[in-house]
């Protein structure tokens, strides 16, 4: 599982920390920073939520990679 997200969408709305905060992390200049791009499957659940959540659909999970 890749996580990618899309800063040109992404306005730093923070949905995504809040869903799986090991993962997502909100910067000052409020867009976020992927902690962890290939997160484990323990934590799809949560990912999955924050793509699911996010306003802008700026975050996606790609599984080829
Ligand atoms: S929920 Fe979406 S818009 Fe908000 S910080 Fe995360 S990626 Fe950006």
């Given amino acids: 599982m890749h996580v990618q997200v899309d800063l040109d ?4 709305h923070g949905v995504c920390e809040s869903e799986a ?4 992390e909100l910067g000052k200049n409020a867009s976020v920073t992927v902690l ?3 997160p484990p499957e323990a934590l799809r659940t ?4 924050a793509v699911r959540f996010c306003p802008t659909s700026a975050l996606r ?3 080829e990679e």
Avoid: M, R, S, T
């Fill in 36 to 38: 962890q791009p290939d």
């Fill in 9 to 12: 969408l992404c306005q730093g």
């Fill in 46 to 49: 949560a990912v999955e939520a």
């Fill in 21 to 24: 905060p090991a993962v997502f």
């Fill in 61 to 63: 999970i790609n599984e």
